[in-house]
């Protein structure tokens, strides 16, 4: 029986530490933070993650599906909310498709107890200090004791996250490793709506609601104690951002000006916005992902990505998957396992964190306009007619894991070309649906086949 | 008085500390390695690098460039090799105009030594742990009794090269620290031609010869003992490669063919290539440069690039002049000088990086084709007529240390734009200096003013 050790018990982690398990491999997973399961009642925020299909296929993997369907809110459609408080509302595909908002505390408690289940063991409050690549010796610092244990294994999976201290090993004691971290120039920050005084959902739940303002943006996700958990993005820098909102005054006096319609629904507003933290939104790419056969990273560790596609979490966990096909491909040989599986994923992740850079522009600015509207029912009504031909970008991302992100990115590059130009044709909002229409997007369909 | 702490008494360090000890501050350097100064013999390899107009401008401000100029070598143009061992020569500037081929080793004994006469105290063995940012106190670990002493200052200067740990400290400590570390395809191997039997020179001193083969090349600079240092740029992987050589048949039969000239000049050549290590070259962004007004990295530590265009001492070296330019403009306002200093180096600095890059194409390839010799003849034609018109980019960057090196990157960009239409001309060969061409490129400049 192989030993293997996992650094870290975050989503991706768990679900990872599932799927060798069942294999038969002997796994031990070292968390840096003490167990989420004891000290959930104390975590106070309720922090929501967006699953869709990509996720669900990790989660099928390990059978726990109908289990989360539970405990998931669907999220049929985009609903904008305009500066005077007008809502429109636009479908994430068709009928039946949805996005899901999922308690990231609440699935990664699920995921920890399915593993030990499978016999998995999880240390807890044990901080990864080293990694001998190769040897695949790693040693934990314990929070408390300050001990530090060493542990051999086979090998060592690195599913630590964005701040991977995997990924720093690579770094620090490897030659020609490829990194770069990049920050927007916006930051975040959470605030949450509670339920109405009766109990209930204070909008509508079954939509991602968007407050699109051009250069910033605010989003909010149902929670299943139905509270809404909200997320302003917004300049940390400049005329109008969190260093010249410095003032409860201000920020209320922001509030208001901005998102009139939001402001009722969160008692003291203006105090929540000064306690939580604000926190910044980080791109990391590198290359290789492993050392040998002795190491590899997995999930945000290898490709940390901007939240704006709902992707981190259904990447990380189609890593997994693409990950156990490969064991089910090349057996024992762990030397092709992770070189195939590097070079398979780091176009996919590359093209996931493109698309979620990109999205952001898309959601803070052009979803509040018109044109964007007419683009997208154009779009819509067009993939209708021809199904074979036009699969909108949004529904090869979150719908279709059997495309890869990187054909997806490729095929939505093209499509915008596409729309550019049908978008210049003259009162074009009147004859969206035309045969002209129709025509001119199979012909160019043809042309940049 | 004010104690500062340098971190690395490498050139750039070394330069450093004599400005800051100049201008009455109390400097203390700590250096990783052991003192060169002890074990100049024992070095074995005599490396050499370009100094140039950026470089002595850098020594003038110490007053070290008589006793400089008499251990450098002036290498007036590139002395090209063709496979069949035909050599072609071009200048690098004008009549008087050269670069200077000077002990890497040598320049930084005289400038620790001066240091030492300024003042400065310099530790050797010291290898740097841990910086608190905050108050600008580092931690460094002796080589030898692996006692740590822990050293407290106003403010530490991270000049450690491109392996810095004053930047990883940045990158583990601080948010919203965008870096990126790249690799080359290409690694290096250097060589040694010694003197000939009779002591002399092997080849002409007063040129950097280069070897240029289209997707490799080796480059030999002379040293003062009348050995050349040879480097070799040469892909890692692929069908010619380090990998592939792999035998000290493989080795010579490789040397025979493509570099017939230089066989006879290397004994042994074949062992020495196996004994010689391979390295790496790496280009590395980062930003911001510094933490409020306590520590500031300078040189390579902020800016690592790639050896092709001769500038990265020149371009560290010109960092300690803007630095001490913010120091004679604002005073005892540190916060202020290190702003500007990296606000005003940072372009400048990723400009270098692109042109270095950009210029292992041009060395490796184009320089070894008469096209390019061609281009070269008309931009100095048209330049010598007009020299307020066009100074050639490699003029911009090595000889006119008064434009900065991201105003040359953009007016290289222009001037190539300008010369490919130019060598489109028909018949370019023969009426390259005709009224026709010069009025062309006029127009041309012109256009794209």
Redesign the interface.
Known sequence: MKNFTLIGSGLVGSLLSIYLAKRGYNVTVYERRPDLRKNRISAGRSINLALSDRGWAGLAGVGIVDEIKKVAIPMTGRMMHSKDGKLTYQAYGKEGQAINSVSRGGLNCVLMDLAEKHGVKIHFNKRCTHIDLKTAVAHFEDNVTKEIVEVSADRVFSTDGAFSAGR?QM??ST?????????LEHGYKELTIPPTASGEFAMEPNALHIWPRDSYMLIALPNLDKSFTCTLFFP?DGETSFKTINSEEKALEFFKTNFADFVPLIPNLEKEFFTNPTS?LMTVRCYPWRYQDKFLMVGDSAHGIVPFYGQGMNCGFEDCVVLDKMMDKYGEDWDTIFEEFQKSRKPDSDAIAQLALDNFVEMRDRVGKPSFLLQKKIENWFSEKHPDKWIPLYTMVTYSPHIRYSEAYREGQKQESIMQQVMNIPDIENKWNSPEVEEKIISLLEYFK
């Open positions: 720093l770094q620090l030659d020609l490793f490829t990194y770069s971290q990049t920050y940390f910044s």
